[in-house]
């Protein structure tokens, strides 16, 4: 069975960029344009992995980790953020809200896999 990731990002073109990086790679990909629509979207599609961006309208990434570490059921999925953000205070307030990793955009679609198989079990 193929896993199910959600990518969230209020950028179409990234959004697209992923998606069409993971199911190159055989995952299944639901898409939601802000924190909550991701949140929206959880209640009726379960996934495997989170990936967010972290500046977004209505709800930024970091607000919709809290909210997914949360959920009993998405407590310890892995949670990757997404983001051109790549200052060392900000990773931290990621890590604190419960982020698994960080990858800085520009990104290679190489390098996102690599890292979704290393979390991703």
Avoid: C
């Avoid at 990936?51 to 570490?69: A, F, H, T, W, Y």
């Amino acid at each position: 069975m193929s896993k199910t990731i959600m990518t969230a990002d209020d950028s179409g073109s990234i959004r697209q960029m992923v998606s069409f990086t993971l199911k190159q790679a055989g995952y299944l990909v639901v898409e939601a344009v802000d924190g909550s629509d991701a949140l929206l979207k959880l209640k009726s599609t379960p996934i495997h992995m989170l990936i967010s961006d972290l500046n977004m309208p209505n709800m930024d990434g970091l607000e919709l980790i809290k909210q997914v570490r949360a959920m009993p059921e998405y407590k310890f999925i892995p949670i990757i953020m997404l983001t051109t953000e790549s200052q060392a205070d900000m990773k931290q307030k990621g890590k604190a809200a419960g982020a698994t990793g960080w990858i800085v955009k520009p990104f290679k679609p190489d390098q996102l896999l690599a890292v979704i198989k290393k979390v991703l079990r």
